[in-house]
Antibody, heavy 119, light 109 residues
Framework: QVQLVQSGAEVEEPEASVKVSCQAS????????MHWVRQAPGQGLEWMGI????????NYAQKFRGRITMTSDTSTSTVYMELSSLTSDDTAVYYC????????????WGQGTLVTVSS | QSALTQPASVSGSPGQSITISCTGT?????????VSWYQQHPGKAPKFIIY???KRPSGVSNRFSGSKSGNTASLTISGLQPEDEADYYC?????????FGTGTKVNVL
């Protein structure tokens, strides 16, 4: 069965960086895109960006460009999302979500990773 | 790209039908027919329930249906059940960015 398993909760200080992982299993890793979506406490969903794990090419939401990096490791079927220059506004649950290529929807989601930014 | 507009909350009694709207600020956002819907229970990851405006993934109850008129997409839940109490989000592919709706809390009275 398809599973997306994310790394554990993180606590970071302002101005630091955080790197969250998402390991996929149960399907051919390179046949699907992967997205990152975040949700601040009590707020809605916010799309952050997409990576094609096969080629490594990415597209980021304008809001995050310059401080977000998404990478993939096909040997371990894992995608990573690194966000730098953290502020308290980045406190949120971060989800990875799978997209069948060009389908424009997210059919499987990771369990979420809580990132707390606090001094 | 601005978020899609959804009502903050919708309520209904068990067995009733409710409809959640999802409106784009420009016809481009919803007009591409790439609208999907997600259900999210408290503390859980979102669950995919509708894609391409009105298609249901395998395993999703046929009590959930989607439609679209102009730049407004809608999700209808018929035969409302207690387990339907959750947050619901629409999402549209608007070219490069994906845009989520503001979210709707469904209350089952």
């Amino acid at each position: 069965q398809v599973q997306l398993v994310q790394s554990g909760a993180e606590v970071e200080e302002p101005e630091a960086s955080v790197k969250v992982s998402c390991q996929a299993s149960g399907y051919t890793f390179t046949n699907y895109y992967m997205h990152w979506v975040r949700q601040a406490p009590g707020q809605g969903l916010e799309w952050m960006g997409i990576i094609n794990p096969s080629r490594g090419n990415t597209n980021y939401a304008q809001k995050f460009r310059g401080r977000i990096t998404m990478t993939s490791d096909t040997s371990t079927s894992t995608v990573y999302m690194e966000l730098s220059s953290l502020t308290s506004d980045d406190t949120a649950v971060y989800y990875c979500a799978r997209e069948p290529i060009d389908a424009c929807y997210f059919d499987y989601w990771g369990q979420g990773t809580l990132v707390t930014v606090s001094s | 790209q601005s978020a899609l507009t959804q009502p903050a909350s919708v309520s209904g009694s068990p067995g009733q039908s409710i409809t959640i709207s999802c409106t784009g600020t420009s016809s481009d956002v919803v007009s591409r027919n790439r609208v999907s819907w997600y259900q999210q229970h408290p503390g859980k990851a979102p669950k995919f329930i509708i894609y391409d405006v009105n298609k249901r993934p395998s395993g999703v109850s046929n009590r959930f249906s989607g439609s679209k008129s102009g730049n407004t997409a809608s999700l209808t839940i018929s035969g409302l059940q207690p387990e339907d109490e959750a947050d619901y989000y629409c999402c549209s592919y608007a070219g490069s960015p994906y845009v989520f709706g503001t979210g709707t809390k469904v209350n089952v009275l």
